[in-house]
């Protein structure tokens, strides 16, 4: 795996600072809050990996300090073997990763036509020589299905999907090899989110970019990506190609999760809810297992010691972080509950 | 359908003045509930599936009007109701679960005495007795602890359990019919399912009928016995919801299935639909899909199609709507 890892992420930890910045210092003690507590993730070059987790699950903020944006306080980014720095990234850095965010009416600049935007990328990024700019403008447009006369619009004369188009060209302008896309298609209908994902694959395909897509849509993640990531509180606590993952869950969570996703099919909404109660305040955390609180099937031990991701013994790219992950089964379990 | 309908639409229509003309997001729809039925309305955003329940209860934007069409409920127009009268309809028989749980709760006031207010307003309970229903409703909601959570403010709740504190006060006066705009739609998916259930389970006991406004299509298929499908200010299907997610009369919902990815039929193509929704200033001649339909013909252009009755229930809009039905056909 690490061998053709493109990127690799050892350790990394976010944390915030919470309550006023006075009473910290009155105190003596800062109260932080961790919304990336210890990743390791590694993606392979050309894959579509899915992160995958509820509000607060700290995937947003791993895919940010993956792109640059958000400093991480420990831990490695790592791209094709180097490593990058946590902040102030060099310019041939920063164009290496980008990032495709969630809301197309707030990412992009309400000022500047779509021209000007990418020119101005193109140009300072010396993408390609200054004559080509603008025909390259042209084909970069063409190629995530704008017309040409598109070069003059400002953001708010497009539509969401539209819009969205414009936030992926600009992403793919700088030629990046790792394209972060943080809940590229949450805001928009169905019919456009359903040209979004086929322009993303038909992209991924084309340019052999390695795509971290993050969503809590889990129906649009088995059907973009190869792997999926699933976190909770702060961690990663389980790893496996997707079909795996959705066939065969096993982290208790994960198995939760999958059967909360709403079916077409008609189900029975008499029963128990998949997961109980709330996710905890990431202030007080649970001691050992972060899910044991919500948790069907947990014990004693759950409480006690937390859980590390380990492999499975006969998926080697299976991993989950729960004590009983590779001895009971815990989307038997959880169905029997 | 048996009984007198709890509520029904007809030929609702809602115009907005604006300055560049009339626009009229809601353009004759029309829709029935039985007394304990849960019916879905879905479309796309602009459908006007919000605005058509916000109509019923007269919650329309200062510059939106109901130019034509009634909203009956028990024998009275709503539409046509003086506002003293309509403020004894609203929360006391029709509860409202929104969308935003944060902005629609009142952010200085305990969630226990907002949850309280309906029964001591509606019916005339007193203090120590509304308190007493808020507790019992926070318990049937799964609130835990209600004795504490009773003072606490709503920034003080997680997403889901604001929901809850709105499905609350949705049933603090037994309505007989509850409407949802959306209502878990800014929530976890674990959360939703928990939520999903909650309503689905209340409604079940207490006989309340449902009216559910969401773009999600399998949130519809877990909660709702029938569905109508909305397409920039009309109704183009209706159905019970087996029927119309299998076997869809209309092209736009037939679009609609196939654009979404099913979470348990992984490897199909998503097939969006082509173009764009129209203006709703200018709508298209003839039906109003036509110019993103596959299966339009000449006619279409011209022939502005009614909601017309197929079988039983079943109702669309479309004038070839066998070429839908023979496109799935040919898939299965």
Redesign the interface.
Known sequence: MSAQAILEATGVQVSFPVGSALGARLRHQQHLLHAVDGVDLAVSRGEALALVG??GSGKSTLARAIAGIQRADRGQIKLDGKVLPAHRRSRADQRRIQMVFQDPYSSLNPRLTVGGMLHELLRVHHVVPRPEVESHTGQLLRMVGLPEDAVHALPRQF?G?QRQRVAIARAIALRPEVLVADEPVSAL???????I??LLQDLQAELGLTLLFIS?N???V???CDRVAVMYMGRIIEVAP??VL?ESPRHPYTA??L?????????D????????G??PSPLRLPTGCRFRTRCPIAQPVCAEQDPALTVSSTNSEHSAACHFAWTASPANVAETV | MSGPLQLEVSDLRVEIASHRGVVCPIDGVSLEIAPGEAVGLVGESGSGKSMTLKSILGLLPPDAKVTSGSVVFDGSDLTRMPHSQLNRVRGRRIGMIFQEPMSALNPVMRVGNQIAEGPRVHLGMTRTQSVERAMDLMRRVGIPEPERRFRAYPHEFSGGMRQRVMIAMALSCDPELILCDEPTTALDVTIQDQILRLLAQLCQESGTSLMFVTHDLPVVAQVCHKVAVMYAGRIVERGTVQEVFTRPMHPYTLGLLRSAPDVDHPGHSLEPIPGSPPSLASPPSGCRFHPRCQFAEDDCKVIDPPLRLIEGDRATACLHYERTLDEIGADT
């Not at chain 1, 209908?189 to 040209?195: E, F, H, K, L, P």
């Not at chain 1, 909404?269 to 109980?276: D, Q, T």
């Open positions: 509820e509000s539509s999907g209908d169905v019919s456009v989110q359903a040209t994902l086929n809590h889990l129906a649009v088995r059907h973009l997707t079909e959705f939760g999760l059967a909360a996703i709403p079916r077409m099919a008609p189900g909404e008499s029963g128990a809810p998949a997961v109980k709330d996710p």
